[in-house]
Nanobody
Framework: QVQLIESGGGLVQAGGSLRLSCAMSGSTLSSYAMYWFRQAPGKEREFVSA????????DYKDSVKGRFTISRDNARNTVYLQMNSLKPEDTAVYYC????????????????????WGQGTQVTVSS
């Protein structure tokens, strides 16, 4: 059984930093592209960042470019999202997802077809 477990969320003041982790168990992380999405209360889930299977390609939502950095450690079966200069509008539940089909070429438009999703971790940024 494959599981994705997110951690690292919490409450932080505006301008602060958090690092989210997403650990995969039951499979090999290098077989998947990895994605971060988020969902704020009353809003639809939205793409945040993605990384291909080996970490040679990444993508970001425009509003987080220059502030967030996605990375992965395939040896540890873990993907990370370093979030700096956080803003109140970053407040949301953050989810990681794994997708085998897009492992070479990131494709955040096929989120409903991803193989696995984590349970989410809450990020709250106070002003």
């Amino acid at each position: 059984q494959v599981q994705l477990i997110e951690s690292g969320g919490g409450l932080v003041q505006a301008g602060g930093s958090l690092r989210l982790s997403c650990a995969m168990s039951g499979s090999t992380l290098s077989s998947y592209a990895m994605y971060w999405f988020r969902q704020a209360p009353g809003k639809e889930r939205e793409f945040v960042s993605a990384i291909n299977w080996i970490g040679s390609a990444t993508d970001y939502k425009d509003s987080v470019k220059g502030r967030f950095t996605i990375s992965r450690d395939n040896a540890r079966n873990t993907v990370y999202l370093q979030m700096n200069s956080l803003k109140p509008e970053d407040t949301a539940v953050y989810y990681c997802a794994a997708d085998r089909s897009s492992r070479y070429v990131i494709d955040y438009s096929r989120e409903n077809e991803y193989d696995y999703w984590g349970q989410g971790t809450q990020v709250t940024v106070s002003s």
